[in-house]
DNA sequence: GTGATCAGGTCTATTAACTAGACCAGAGGG
DNA sequence: CCCTCTGGTCTAGTTAATAGACCTGATCAC
């Protein structure tokens, strides 16, 4: 609260900044999954569930109900009986392919390395 | 589980699997924050606590943890009282500042996309 | 000497988020 | 007539996150 031992911090992440407000919504257990799903093409809800297997049912509703609401996926209901619901990549969603796929790029070549870092890390903190 | 219906998924992602695994780990509230955070050099506790401001001292320390096991970070602890303890990036750590880096560049470029499909979602939706 | 202060956490209690599983509509099939 | 199909929602129980008190022990003001 005092001035006097204030460390400089020329960059302060507050809520209302474009990367937070990105980085809180696809930066959650399922959105980052579901948009490279749909990178394969329009699939309905059931697909989805399946392909991602250990999502639950709502948690898979509410994600995508966001990810629409963000603009990210477009989501059509056929009036049917059973009912038939697609999702597709928006335009928006499709151009996020770009950065995610670097993202899951650099996971694939990376993955070794961090599967060590974690057995040393075990190593060195066996103990406990 | 019969076999009839099977609708043909060739991913699917369990969860041993390089882009799960990783993902489940960054892919959470504050851990691509404090990656990002960490672009800027090495960094105290507290620093990096007021830098991302709304995130509670227990998650720093547990998200922080994390990313010490996963090799991402490193810590050091300076034996001072009151203790002195540093966190930068390790090799690993920067080398994933580059897709993160698009990934927040993505973010700001379409920041205001996302936001007018809120909005109008908002619109569409609006009575509830 | 007494007490407050510092950094980096941990501990506890409250609250929010997530999960599993039951349930629903309503047309079509056996 | 009952069962099945899809895309959810609802409820109850579990887990995770938050806010805030507390801890350490050297240093400093009083």
Not at 18 to 24: A, G, H, K, N, W
Not at 81 to 96: H, Q
Request: hydrophobic share 40%.
């Amino acid at each position: 609260m005092s001035q006097g031992n204030l460390i400089s911090i020329p960059f302060v992440f507050e809520q209302p900044c474009p990367i937070r407000d990105v980085l809180d919504r696809i930066g959650d257990q399922w959105s980052l999954l579901i948009l490279e799903v749909l990178e394969h093409g329009t699939m309905r809800f059931s697909e989805i569930e399946r392909a991602i297997a250990d999502i639950s049912k709502q948690m898979l509703a509410k994600t995508l109900r966001r990810l629409e609401e963000d603009g990210f996926i477009r989501r059509t209901l056929y009036p049917q009986v059973p009912p038939r619901v697609e999702y597709e990549l928006t335009e928006l969603g499709r151009s996020f392919l770009v950065p995610l796929k670097n993202l899951i790029a650099w996971a694939n070549e990376n993955h070794q390395a961090i599967c060590e870092a974690r057995s040393d890390y075990g190593v060195k903190n066996g103990g406990r």
